[in-house]
């Protein structure tokens, strides 16, 4: 099992700033990737970044450009820099962790946080 705890939600206006954080435990070294999702009210949930245990980064369209992810292995924290906040990017964020437990792919999801951007 892996938990996941995230922090770093709130409310902010449009070309603002914000940081999330989320730290795992648990079984740890069965973790290959830690990203970020969001979802927002009628829609699905999407990719917003992720990163492997190599370093290997991945980014959804809308957000290149503007939020970083980063990770800390030694602290087992994964991170998202996020700059240039819109209205449009209102949602639930979820930290993800993808693992492989007896070979079979499992992801893990953190509580959520809110991220209110206003105009």
């Known amino acids: 099992q892996v938990q996941l705890v995230e922090s770093g939600g709130g409310l902010v206006q449009a070309g603002g700033s914000l940081r999330l954080s989320c730290a795992a435990s648990g079984t740890i070294f069965a973790v290959t990737a830690m990203g970020w999702y969001r979802q927002a009210p009628g829609k699905q949930r999407e990719l917003v970044a992720a990163i492997t245990s190599g370093g290997s980064t991945n980014y959804g369209d809308s957000v290149k450009g503007r939020f970083t992810i980063s990770r800390d292995n030694a602290k087992n924290a994964v991170y998202l820099q996020m700059n240039s906040l819109k209205p449009e990017d209102t949602a639930v964020y979820y930290c993800?962790?993808?693992?492989?437990?007896?070979?079979?792919?499992?992801?893990?999801w953190g509580q959520g946080t809110q991220v209110t951007v206003f105009s």
């Open positions: 993800n962790a993808a693992a492989i437990l007896l070979l079979k792919p499992i992801d893990y």
